[in-house]
């Protein structure tokens, strides 16, 4: 499935870099193009947190459309 900038998402599977984030949601900032195929999604951590440590990213077949 290929993802679009602000598609909202919902995380559906993660990695251990990512677990306890599966069932929340988050809008697309990056489609993967340019980190290699990782959809990165902002709005899964705090504002602040994303700020400092920067978005989380998944593998497309981890997120699904909201």
Do not use: C, W
Not at 8 to 14: C, E, N, Q, T
């Amino acid at each position: 499935m290929r993802f679009k900038k602000g598609d909202p998402v919902i995380v559906v599977a993660a990695g251990p870099e990512n677990a306890g984030t599966v069932g929340k949601a988050g809008v697309v900032v990056d489609d993967g193009a340019l980190s290699g195929g990782d959809v990165a999604v902002k709005g899964i951590d705090h504002p602040v947190t994303e700020a400092i440590k920067g978005y989380r990213s998944y593998t497309p077949d981890q997120l699904r459309k909201a």
